[in-house]
């Protein structure tokens, strides 16, 4: 049996359990947060008017303090349950929310097949959270943030008064292991090259490539997070490489590649520097015997322009 079948799946309010530990030996999921979170929002008929900082984010688990810390999430929520449209939205993904048994053991064995690949890999507790619609995923010193409500919606849920980019990157409970399992990657990343602050946009696109890459080759039975992108990727990988390395050594913050949250204004969709990275790594990995090995090496490596240059990417465009 994995150790990980019995991963704690805390859906009470243990609060003695939840200690900000930074790495543990076996990962906690914890669930608490998103029961709070509905608890305060019945409170008032009128959400906007809640004191989520008091009620909601003091109240919460450390993980939920440091994800309200780094999006302004108090704010966040006002400005987001102000909006009839994504009120409905929250309304309607609620009987979703909960039950992440399923989503904790699939991701567990990531964890465990990445510690097999890479016995660098350290573990982290995970905690599941409502956010504002800014972020499915972050990690802090407490562990991997993930915010449950980008994650929460079926079939029938009616998205159209949405933003494009919520319509786009909005999904179900079944790509939770992606996302939660994209997180845990980046807090095995090597970022120690002493030549590089990341803030190229090739740097920062190899950084969420490698952690799209690896993640789906931990769950190639699972949904994939960022699905879309490959879907327009792959019809357009030449325009997309000629665009990406005209501005690939620009600081990324200055370009439409990453986190931009719109579409963008040459045409391709918001975040594509995901799969340009994802492309990348995959050229790199080709250069191994083995995925695996190529796996290790990579989250091994903290020199980004290194993998780049040793993965002949570019040389496919000249041939």
Known sequence: MSRFFGLWLLLFFFITCDKGLDEVSDPAFFTRDVDLFWQVYDSNENPADIDFQ?????????????????????AGLKNTLYQKAYRDYYDAIRPNTGNYLQVAERSGQAFETLKEIHPATKFYNVYFMIGAMTSGGRISKNGLLIAVEMFSRSDNTNVDNLSSWHRNVTRNKEYLPSIVVHEFIHMQQNFTSRNSRYTTLLEQSIREGMADFISF????????????????????????????????????????????????????PADMGYYMGFKILESFAAT???????????????????????????DKFDE
Do not use: C, R
Not at 55 to 71: R, V
Not at 293 to 310: D, K, P, R, T
């Open 54 to 74: 008091k009620l909601y984010i003091d109240k919460g688990s450390a993980g939920l303090k440091d994800y309200a810390t780094q999006k302004n999430l108090a």
């Open 288 to 314: 191994f015997e083995s995925t695996e090995s190529a796996i290790s090496a990579m989250l091994s490596n903290g020199n980004y322009v290194y993998l780049f240059e040793q993965s002949g990417y570019a």
């Open 217 to 268: 080759y931990l769950l190639p039975d699972q949904p994939f997070m960022n699905d879309h992108l490959h879907q327009y990727g792959e019809e357009h990988e030449q325009e997309l490489w000629e665009l990406f390395s005209e501005q690939k050594d620009m600081n990324y913050k200055e370009t439409q590649w990453l986190y931009s949250g719109t579409e963008t204004s040459q045409g391709y």
